[in-house]
């Protein structure tokens, strides 16, 4: 089955920037989506296909996708950026969803 | 604003079937998919399955088993059963409205389910 990984945790201090990797067989070729949930609360996405932003997704949030590595990438961070970010992929072999494991986002 | 409420039992003894329901709010029901995510305590999401309004369904291969996603577009709920259920499947349950290829772009605030006896 098809196997997305993210690493575990990114530490990154405020105004920085934080890049965090999804990394799966040719994920380029297929579209890639993240989310940020803090803790308590559901999931919001925050990148879809690949780099679109949602309305209301600061633009200090972007996404690219080649080869065999996703990356959302977040400038300026924020404090209230800490979170944990999943990726999420469509597998079609079987048609199915597949999440990464989940990255945690510290500010430092 | 499209909302979403997952609503059914907290706490399924094992062996049992875990019952779940979802209700849509501030949206039509029809020309979406509708889905089911879970969160383990401390883990990452695992997606079980949508069903797309007019009732065809796709599920996690994992789970397909023990899975049926159904939907009442009457009353714009849809609910999810997991039979069989052990402590595995102790999570956080989440329903989403999602795309074909699984982005979900609204989501409940989530229900905790425990299976204990």
């Known amino acids: 089955s098809y196997v997305l990984t993210q690493p575990p945790s990114v530490s990154v201090a405020p105004g920085q920037t934080a890049r965090i990797t999804c990394e799966g067989n040719?994920?380029?070729?297929?579209?890639a989506h993240w989310y940020r949930q803090k803790p308590g609360q559901a999931p919001v996405l925050v990148v879809y296909?690949?780099?679109d932003r949602p309305a209301g997704i600061p633009e200090r949030f972007s996404g690219s996708n080649s080869g065999n590595r996703a990356t959302l990438t977040i400038s300026r961070v924020e404090a209230g950026d800490e979170a944990d970010y999943h990726c999420?992929?469509?597998?079609?072999?079987?048609?199915?969803?597949?999440f990464g494991g989940g990255t945690k986002l510290t500010v430092l | 604003q499209v909302q979403l409420q997952e609503s059914g039992p907290g706490l399924v003894k094992p062996s049992e079937t875990l019952s779940l329901t979802c209700t849509v709010s501030?949206?039509?029901?029809?020309?979406?998919?509708w889905t089911w995510i879970r969160q383990s305590p401390g883990k990452g999401l695992e997606w079980i399955g949508y069903?797309?309004?007019?009732?065809?369904?796709t599920y996690n291969p994992s789970l397909k088993s023990r899975v049926t996603i159904s939907i009442d577009t009457s009353k714009n709920q849809f609910s999810l059963k997991l039979t069989s259920v052990t402590a595995a499947d102790t999570a956080v349950y989440y329903c989403?409205?999602?795309?074909?290829?699984?982005?979900?772009?609204?989501w409940g605030q989530g229900t905790l389910v425990t299976v204990s006896s």
């Open positions: 999420q992929v469509w597998d079609s072999s079987p048609d199915h969803v597949v």
């Open positions: 040719n994920i380029g070729s297929k579209s």
């Open positions: 296909d690949d780099s």
């Open positions: 501030g949206g039509s029901i029809n020309n979406y998919y």
């Open positions: 069903i797309y309004y007019s009732g065809t369904t």
């Open positions: 989403a409205r999602g795309s074909y290829y699984g982005r979900g772009d609204y």
